[in-house]
């Protein structure tokens, strides 16, 4: 009776385990984590339309954290912040001027990377903060993430959307020293 017993108990965590597991990478299917070896295709899209019917192409991107009092007193911690963008709401007319668009979205998601690495950053240098409580993060996460749609905002008006090259060029070549500067504090250190 007790083999029985530990053996369905047994079972029963195990199928639980494996559910929620099975439910973890379904849910993260729907993401595309930020990679500096892997830039947008078409296909990371979820939404793809022809005309102009809503728009040339948007992107919902992600930066989520997991902070706690214990998680932070570890030596690295830039796994805690993600930066993806969201496939099921980000769409591409397919129609259109593809690579401007994939190009706009992939320089959008590269500035959204260097806010990462500053919430990294910020977290890090407020790490004793964390330890009598988590509204810190909330805090440096609404800052950092103000200072990220005010420049995604003037990148997308001087560039045009990614449709003038020079500008383009200047904010790419300024991403990419942005990236090096905090590389630190990228998610795959």
């Not at 401007?100 to 919430?119: G, P």
Request: hydrophobic content about 35%; charged content about 30%; cysteine-free.
């Amino acid at each position: 009776m007790k083999t029985i017993r530990h053996k369905i108990l047994l079972t029963s965590f195990l199928l639980l385990f494996v559910a929620g597991t099975a439910f973890s990478q379904k849910k993260d299917e729907n993401k595309m984590y930020w990679s500096d070896r892997q830039k947008l295709i078409v296909d990371d899209f979820g939404i793809k339309t022809g005309s102009m019917e809503s728009g040339a192409t948007s992107a919902e991107f992600a930066i989520d954290y997991d902070v706690s009092r214990f998680n932070f007193l570890s030596k690295n911690f830039n796994k805690n912040v993600r930066n993806y963008m969201v496939k099921s709401t980000s769409q591409i007319d397919t129609t259109g001027n593809v690579q401007q668009y994939l190009l706009y979205q992939q320089t959008l998601f590269d500035l959204s990377e260097v806010y990462a690495r500053e919430l990294r950053k910020a977290l890090k240098e407020n790490r004793k903060l964390l330890i009598s409580g988590t509204k810190v993060a909330d805090e440096l996460n609404w800052k950092v993430m103000s200072e990220f749609l005010d420049r995604r905002s003037k990148y997308t008006q001087e560039t045009n959307s990614a449709s003038d090259p020079v500008k383009q060029k200047e904010w790419e070549d300024q991403i990419a020293y942005e990236l090096g500067e905090l590389k630190d504090y990228a998610y795959d250190k």
